[in-house]
């Protein structure tokens, strides 16, 4: 099995960087195209500015560490793991990285 090894924190703290960079670049571009100031453009993105994991799952390196504190939701009926560094439900990472 071949298998990358883990990024180190500046690694993954210049893709942060270059992610941050590329999606204010788009907003900017956004914002010229409408007529708006960027500073007016809400932009979602998960992950974007949070400045504690880094994930780009499923096909590049993803930061998160799954050995934080077990997650059960309100109703007891779904449990999952998180992530000790940023909180992220495992669950719901799976959802989203989901083929």
Known sequence: MNTKPRPTEADFDELKR???ESILAVAAKMAEELGVAPEDLVIHSHGRGNGICYCACPSGPCQHEWDGPQWVSED???ASVTCS???EIAMYHDMRCAP
């Open 85 to 87: 560094r940023c909180g």
């Open 18 to 20: 270059k992610r941050d």
């Open 76 to 78: 007891e009926c779904s």
